[in-house]
């Protein structure tokens, strides 16, 4: 892809930023929201709405040469955004804070403008999450010992 071909889908993925996540002033204040706000406030469909419009920035942000460790960055935002906004009230909350197009649209424009710090800081926040996922799946598996030891003893 050219530079001024990214250059123009960043343009676009600005746009489509600002609708879904800064187009509407709360008057009296600095807060901004957009439309995936609103949308999310429709029960069942909303959050996969707005979790399908934010993977086209993911799909851009792939046509434009992104790593795969940013891409799984950007994935993770979109997930959190999406597993959060399932949650009752908390998740409608939520939509109008965590912003996961601001976050990637941002994290693009870095790797587009540093791409080997990007990617550094992509490749250590992914190899956090495995840890993470590894620490976790550890940790309950002991928890699980713990108890079939409990109950084997106790009987």
């Known amino acids: 892809m050219s530079v001024s071909s990214k250059k123009d889908s960043v343009k676009k993925l600005d746009r489509l930023v600002w609708l879904m996540d800064r187009s509407i002033p709360i008057p009296g204040t600095e807060v901004r929201f957009g439309l995936d706000g609103l949308i999310g406030l429709i ?13 086209y920035i993911l799909a851009e942000a792939a046509k434009m040469g992104a790593s795969k460790s940013v891409l799984l960055k950007m994935a993770f935002n979109i997930g959190v955004d999406a597993l ?12 109008f804070l965590w912003k996961a197009n601001v ?10 403008e540093q791409p080997q710090k990007t990617e550094v800081q992509s490749r250590l926040f992914v190899g956090f999450l495995v ?3 590894l620490g976790s799946v550890v ?6 010992f713990l108890l079939v030891r409990l109950l084997w003893t106790s009987v």
């Open 43 to 55: 029960p069942g469909i909303g959050d996969t709405a707005g979790a399908i419009i934010s993977s």
């Open 84 to 95: 959060l906004g399932i949650v009752p009230i908390l998740g409608d909350f939520t939509d």
């Open 103 to 112: 976050r990637n649209v941002k994290l693009l424009n870095d790797f587009l």
């Open 131 to 133: 840890l993470l996922v």
């Open 139 to 144: 940790f309950i598996g002991m928890l699980g």
